[in-house]
């Protein structure tokens, strides 16, 4: 899978919204963009995912660049319970991608009352 | 819906020992993953399963395996444990598996060697 570069760590204040940049410069046409995020003491959760164009649902957005090589996930006002280790995944095509996810460090996020 | 189940919660096992750890996936999801999640090694995938057949697998050795049921249940064995086999096993259940398929975690089984 590609490799994807995270910031270590970033700080929010509760209500106000998060960008959490994701650099990805060698992914390939086929690749999707994951979003994840683990809560301390839990499994990791499935926060969004898209291919190409922008995309939205109930707990994020997710803002993918022009020539695809950065996205950004858009915490729109943060809360106490999105303090968590946020995770960008490519996940490729093919046999080897079945069931799989690889995680890199992440981003821990801190949302400050 | 119920989400995925990871049984039991809690284990505490005896080196050389072997251990059998359940995952129930969300209903109608087809694809169950296994990763185990360490502090040194973070999460590290070990294999899927799909219509009871493994279809991908990570860099662990033979000492770890699974299966799958007819009903998409998915067990995980692992055989003559080690110390370094302490971890939280993690089971992800999906739709298809595929990269346009996202994972839904269960809360991990926490496995202590002694």
């Known amino acids: 899978d590609a490799k994807t570069t995270q910031p270590n760590s970033m700080e929010s204040n509760e209500e106000e919204p998060v960008h959490l940049p994701c650099n990805h410069s060698t992914i390939s046409g086929t690749d999707y963009i994951h979003w994840y995020r683990q809560l301390p003491s839990q499994g990791p959760e499935y926060v969004i995912h898209g291919l190409t164009s922008n995309v939205n649902n109930r707990m994020a957005s997710l803002a993918i660049a022009e020539d695809r090589k950065s996205s950004t996930l858009i915490l729109h006002r943060a809360t106490l319970r999105d303090a968590a280790v946020y995770y960008c995944i490519l996940r490729g095509a093919g046999g080897t991608s079945y069931g799989k996810l690889t995680f890199g460090q992440g981003t821990i996020l801190t949302v400050h009352p | 819906k119920a989400g995925v189940t990871q049984t039991p919660r809690y284990l505490i096992k005896t080196r050389g020992q072997q251990v059998t750890l359940s995952c129930s996936p969300i209903s109608g999801h087809r694809s169950v993953s296994w990763y185990q999640q360490t502090p040194g090694q973070g999460l590290q995938f070990l294999f899927e399963?799909?219509?009871?057949?493994?279809?991908n697998k990570g860099n662990f050795p033979g000492r770890f395996s699974g299966r799958q049921f007819s009903n998409s249940r998915s067990e995980m064995n692992v055989s003559t444990l080690e110390l370094g086999d302490s971890a939280l096993y993690l089971c992800?259940?999906?739709?298809?598996?595929?990269?346009?398929?996202?994972?839904?975690f269960g809360n991990g089984t926490r496995l202590t060697v002694t």
């Open positions: 399963y799909f219509s009871e057949t493994q279809r």
């Open positions: 992800a259940s999906s739709w298809t598996g595929g990269n346009n398929s996202p994972l839904h």
